[in-house]
């Protein structure tokens, strides 16, 4: 399946994009997915314990599983306001 | 960055988003407005940046109107939140609710912007003397 990720703040830098598309295997998690990223971009890996994830524009558990076309989202310490 | 529902990169006023918004039924209007101070955590602050993932934040803060208008009798609440680039003073964000008592529309916006702060996916850099780092903890 393929998905959309995009990117935001410091995770956008050190991965050089807010956008890319990703091919991952059938019943891949978000979990998975940012671990087959971090492989290609370690200073992200470092990173996970302050990111959550958004599919489709809903945070949800990295568990879950990502349907083709999915759009994963991580999402790194919001600070509006 | 586009101009949202609620996300803006102009100047936004906060007199002119609270004007109005009371109807003939409403006894209290409550505002917050997010300024830009020149310190954070004991560092001089130069002026800042917001980015968002925008599509979803114009969603989530719909969401967080409509949960507060579950929660409370509210006759209006507006939230308008500025991206790019920012300089000390400037506002950062307005939130505005009117309701037919003060209690709600006091507690609603405390809890609007508590809950914006903690959810709505919007980042914040912030420009030092020394250099520039994206802000990552909740104050």
């Known amino acids: 399946v393929k998905v959309t990720i995009l990117l935001f703040a410091r995770p956008r830098e050190v991965v050089g994009a807010g956008k890319l598309e990703l091919q991952v295997e059938m019943g891949s998690t978000a979990a998975t ?14 990173m996970r314990a302050n990111l959550r ?7 949800v558990d990295w568990e879950t599983a990502l349907h083709d076309g999915a759009e994963l989202a991580l999402i790194p310490p919001t600070a509006g306001g | 960055v586009a101009e949202g529902r609620h996300l803006t ?6 007199a002119s ?14 505002t917050f407005t997010g300024v830009v101070r020149n310190h954070h955590d004991g560092r001089e602050v130069l002026w800042l940046e917001y980015e968002a993932y ?17 929660r409370w009798p509210l006759s209006e609440a507006v939230i308008r939140h500025r991206l790019g680039h920012l300089n000390i003073g400037e506002v950062s964000v307005v939130i505005a609710v009117a309701a037919p008592h003060r209690a709600e529309a006091l507690e609603s916006c405390r809890w609007l912007i508590d809950t914006l702060k903690a959810e709505v996916p919007i980042f914040k850099r912030e420009a030092h003397a020394v250099g520039e780092v994206w802000v990552d903890d909740h104050e």
């Open chain 1, 33 to 46: 997915a940012f671990q087959e990223l971090a492989v290609r971009h370690p200073r992200l890996a470092e």
């Open chain 1, 53 to 59: 994830c958004a599919v489709d524009q809903e945070y």
């Open chain 2, 9 to 14: 990169t102009e100047p936004i006023d906060p």
């Open chain 2, 17 to 30: 988003t609270a004007i109005g918004l009371a109807g003939a039924e409403d006894g209290a209007v409550a």
């Open chain 2, 54 to 70: 925008e599509e979803m934040a114009e969603r989530q803060i719909d969401n967080l109107i409509a949960e507060a208008r579950r």
